[in-house]
């Protein structure tokens, strides 16, 4: 990410995936935007955005620590009935992003969360499809994991673009149009299929304390 002097921070003060950083010249701040599969954890003064279809991010803060970070999911669909075997690529996302909260100094029991994506851009006329089970599984784990929801702007058909202010916890939030442009659909289908045909190594994943 770029401070207001186009410099990259060090590797104490962010860390991740995400590769797309720069200086918001609107919002006047150094930010970061996040693909499918990527997170990102830093201190309060970095705008965090991303652009939401099927998939979920959650976006974290522990005000008291001044750490905050999100991240972006996408629940693989492998067509096969095991539920736990694409419930751990949410975990696995989760537990990054947690996991980067608590060694940046956050504390589990100040965290707060906020929720949004999950759109049924298919308009499948049935509750099982890809957007609305990634939804699910974001609401069911934070309620199994006990942690702080404050908000959440989830299902409904529509893409979303979020810009998250990690400073006072604010989210912006618009909604967008597939008309001509399938840029989302087609980046989830591919990150869908990458995910799918992953080898599966049947390790446990150590959640956090």
């Known amino acids: 990410m770029l401070d207001d002097h186009g410099n990259r921070p060090s590797s ?6 995400a590769q797309t950083y720069y200086y918001d010249g609107h919002f006047k701040r ?5 693909l499918p599969g990527e997170y990102v954890v830093g201190r309060h003064d970095e705008l965090m955005c991303t652009v939401l279809g099927s998939c979920v991010s959650a976006c ?16 693989p669909s492998t067509g096969r009935a095991e539920e736990d075997l694409t419930a ?7 537990e990054l992003l947690i996991n980067g909260l608590l060694r940046a100094g956050a504390k589990r029991q100040r965290i707060e969360v906020k929720l949004f994506g999950g759109a049924n851009l298919m308009h499948s006329r049935t509750d099982d499809n890809v957007g609305h089970n990634n939804a699910r599984f974001a609401l ?9 929801l404050v908000s959440q702007d989830l299902f409904g058909h529509e893409p979303r673009k979020i810009w998250y202010f990690p400073d006072t916890g604010r989210v912006m939030l618009r909604r967008l149009r597939l008309t ?12 869908s299929r990458r995910l799918a045909t992953r080898p599966d190594t049947g390790g446990e994943v150590d959640l956090f304390d």
């Open 88 to 94: 751990r690529y949410g975990v696995h996302a989760m």
């Open 140 to 148: 069911a784990f934070m309620k199994q994991e006990g942690l702080g």
């Open 60 to 75: 974290m803060r522990d005000p008291v620590a001044g750490v905050s970070g999100m991240n972006h999911f996408l629940l």
């Open 180 to 191: 001509r442009n399938d840029t989302i659909i087609r980046r989830e289908v591919d990150y």
């Open 30 to 34: 150094p930010a970061v935007k996040l």
């Open 12 to 17: 104490a003060e962010i860390v991740g995936m």
